[in-house]
């Protein structure tokens, strides 16, 4: 069983940056695979980025790629969402997640509560 608390989420203008946290509970951190997923209302809930378990390895979707950074320590049990260049059209609920796979695009069985990101222009 883990637990996913995210943060860092809140209001900022278009250009601007934000990172968010996800802080997971228990000792089994390291053997997941991570995902940030995001939501906008109207819209299907879609992997913005992934980092896997062992080879942390990483994926970005392409309407992220070269603005979010993904990362993950795993002696803190956290990961990160670095977001820089921020657009309106990334305002979100984004969620992290927790897959037992080595894959990012396998099946994520945690979820966090999210965390609101609004990009104004």
């Known amino acids: 069983q883990v637990q996913l608390v995210e943060s860092g989420g809140g209001l900022v203008q278009a250009g601007g940056s934000l990172r968010l946290s996800c802080a997971a509970s228990?000792?089994?951190?390291?053997?997941?695979?991570m995902g940030w997923f995001r939501q906008a209302p109207g819209k299907e809930r879609e992997l913005v980025a992934a980092?896997?378990?062992?080879?942390?390895?990483?994926y970005y979707a392409d309407s992220v790629k070269g603005r979010f950074t993904i990362s993950r320590d795993n002696a803190r049990n956290t990961v990160y969402l670095q977001m820089n260049s921020l657009r309106p059209e990334d305002t979100a609920v984004y969620y992290c997640?927790?897959?037992?796979?080595?894959?990012?695009?396998?099946?994520?069985?945690?979820w966090g509560q999210g965390t609101q990101v609004s990009v104004s222009s």
């Open positions: 228990g000792r089994t951190f390291s053997r997941y695979t």
């Open positions: 980092i896997t378990r062992i080879l942390r390895s990483t």
């Open positions: 997640a927790a897959s037992p796979t080595d894959e990012y695009s396998g099946q994520y069985n945690y």
